[in-house]
């Protein structure tokens, strides 16, 4: 009896879960036909912010001309849900004062001319290195361009060259094969040796011959970038075994050079070939080596028999009216001082 009441309740429990069953499968099927417009937008709405976030906004250039492709950008910008984000051009009123100044400041840089520094150099000097270091670290100071020719006698010895490669001052550096015995022979030949350089390479500057023994006051170099044709400057001769100055070069009035300081009280007699300036105390365009339509030189092309340096020396006189005093005030102002060197000519 009591085994026939357990199953009849089992019965019951099993037909209440069935009945459940279904009635919750029928209220899952029929609710998936009803619409659901809310969320719909709301999934549309995400979707659509997705979008436009991932996808770059549209820009519209301003003061934009008018072409083909600047309808077809707007066209595109018209079928866009977002509005165009305008792009502001930079005016001169709002840019710092630090850029204005910098863009005055470079239109306003003329270019330097290039200075061509001329020094022979002989084995006979002991001292040689210890000058050629000093002339460097000069040089060294100069705003560029500078160009640095260097000339010596060949030899086994490295010593010039590897002082020059250290310096930090472009160079050339010149040899020659002849022999000599005077030493101002040799001088003269070495000036000419780079003369003849500067000629063949048509190197366009300013010339100065500076030898080892000079001190120079740094603004020389700016003065002689100025030069159209020749200058000339004073120059103080130094001593070591006499207390005393001798200041050598031209007489200016204002920028005119209308004499000459002479070492000689007596000055120069006739029979006196040597130039009243000194090689140092002078410099040129040196133009006048390699156009001759311009200076009126016989020739352009010059062989090894010339000589150059003679025949600057003789321009640098003859020219009068083209000879500029350096500094324009009158010459006044020494900016080169030379130490008396026993191995040294003129």
């Known amino acids: 009896m009591a085994s026939l009441e357990r199953s009849k309740k089992r019965a019951q429990l099993w037909q209440k879960a069935i009945v459940h069953f279904l009635l919750c499968f029928l209220m899952g099927f029929f609710t998936g036909f009803t619409p659901t417009r809310k969320s719909s937008n709301f999934s549309h709405h995400v979707l659509a912010s997705s979008q436009s976030e991932l996808s770059p906004k549209p820009l519209e250039v301003l003061h934009q001309p008018k072409t083909q492709s600047g309808n077809f950008n ?50 006979k000097d002991h001292l ?14 100069v705003p560029p361009p500078l160009l640095w020719v260097v000339v010596e006698a060949q030899s086994d010895s490295s010593e010039v060259s590897e002082i020059l490669r250290r310096t930090g001052v472009m160079y050339r550096h010149l040899v020659f094969k002849e022999n000599f015995t005077d030493l101002k022979v040799e001088m003269d030949h070495q000036k000419n040796v780079a003369l003849n350089h500067i000629e063949h390479h048509r190197l366009s500057g300013i010339v100065h011959f500076a030898g080892l023994s000079n001190v120079y006051d740094l603004s020389l170099f700016n003065e002689i970038r100025s030069i159209e044709a020749f200058g000339t400057w004073p120059m103080a001769l130094l001593s070591a075994n006499r207390k005393r100055v001798i200041v050598e070069g ?44 311009r200076w009126g030189r016989p020739s352009s092309v010059q062989d090894t028999s010339q000589n150059s340096i003679k025949y600057v020396k003789k321009e640098v006189l003859e020219e009068e009216t083209k000879l500029k005093g350096i500094p324009a005030k009158g010459c006044s102002k020494v900016m080169l001082w030379r130490l008396r060197s026993p191995i040294e000519t003129s």
Do not use: M, Y
């Open 128 to 141: 040689r290195g210890v000058l050629l270091r000093r002339l460097a670290n000069t040089l060294k100071l």
């Open 250 to 293: 031209p007489v200016c009035d204002s920028s005119d050079v209308i004499g000459w300081h002479l070492r000689r009280r007596n000055n120069l007699k006739d029979t006196d070939t040597r130039s009243p300036v000194h090689i140092s105390s002078f410099a040129f365009n040196s133009s006048i080596l390699w156009d001759p339509e």
């Open 74 to 123: 707007r066209s595109l910008l018209n079928e866009g849900h977002e509005a165009p984000v305008a792009v502001p051009t930079r005016s001169k009123d709002s840019e710092p004062a630090k850029f204005l100044k910098k863009e005055k400041r470079e239109s306003q840089l003329i270019p330097r001319r290039l200075v061509i520094i001329v020094t022979p150099t002989s084995a």
